[in-house]
């Protein structure tokens, strides 16, 4: 089974920087489009950004615009998101995957995450 296993997250202050890590154990890697997600206490799972297959078209939810920054390495089969700027609701664990469309995934087994703490 192909797994997913997220790193550099940590407790930083409100402005700071964290550059996350995800790293896909498929030699396929490079044919899919990768997702960040974040999951806050007591919320439900929200999508954060994607990169299409080739790192060439990337796409933000409005709350993280103009902050974070995906991006991808298909030879180290790693996906990064470059946070800055960061607030305190910026506070979740953080995932990767590769979304397939209807709310399925091509990764069914989720990675453990990263948790990032921002504080005021």
């Known amino acids: 089974q192909v797994q997913l296993v997220e790193s550099g997250g940590g407790l930083v202050h409100s402005g700071g920087s964290l550059r996350l890590s995800c790293v896909v154990s498929?030699?396929?890697?490079?044919?899919?489009?990768m997702s960040w997600y974040r999951q806050a206490p007591g919320k439900e799972r929200e999508w954060v950004a994607a990169?299409?297959?080739?790192?060439?078209?990337?796409k933000y939810t409005d709350a993280v615009q103009g902050r974070f920054t995906i991006s991808r390495d298909n030879f180290k089969k790693t996906v990064f998101l470059q946070m800055n700027s960061l607030k305190p609701e910026d506070t979740a664990v953080y995932y990767c995957?590769?979304?397939?469309?209807?709310?399925?995934?091509?990764?069914?087994?989720w990675g453990q995450g990263t948790q990032v703490t921002v504080s005021s």
């Open positions: 498929t030699f396929t890697f490079s044919r899919y489009s």
């Open positions: 995957n590769a979304p397939s469309g209807g709310g399925n995934y091509y990764f069914p087994h």
């Open positions: 990169i299409d297959s080739v790192g060439r078209v990337t």
